[in-house]
């Protein structure tokens, strides 16, 4: 699997891979997280702008995307209900990650990448989002507590040194 900067020639593409990713969630019974348009086109070329999108692609076409964005996170300088493993490193935030349904291996791809830029890695997860929960225990991650989005929405926060 090939990872690489996303560009703006990729969003048709990224708009199929967030409605599987959307269409997956909802099946498995999370109807709440990534509602109406989220992500947008916005979001993805505010990632790009930045540096931070990526693409990955599995025989030729794009089956994922994340984002990998250098600390700070502003939301996560106030964690409730436990505490960051380490709250002194620098770290990265993987946010946006999205697969489509028949390619596997995306989400070990984008950590052993993202681990491959920075060991200490964080990301939050929606309540709801068991598969997420089920990924980031099963690659090494540990539960630190809870965040909140700045527009007030509660987040189960992970990290991995």
Known sequence: MEIRKATPADLPALREVFAAAKAIMRADGNSRQWAGAYPDDAAVLRDI???WGHVLVEGGRIAGYFAL???PEPTYSHIE???WLDDTLPYYVIHRIASV???HGVFA???LYATGICRNIRIDTHRDNKIMQHNLT???FSYCGIIY???GDERLAYQRL
Do not use: F, Q
Request: proline share 10%; aromatic share 0%.
């Open 109 to 111: 791809a984008t950590i």
């Open 149 to 151: 989005l700045a527009n």
């Open 138 to 140: 099963r690659h090494g």
């Open 81 to 83: 209900g436990g505490a």
């Open 69 to 71: 964005i250098p600390s």
């Open 101 to 103: 349904p028949d390619v």
């Open 49 to 51: 702008a930045g540096g």
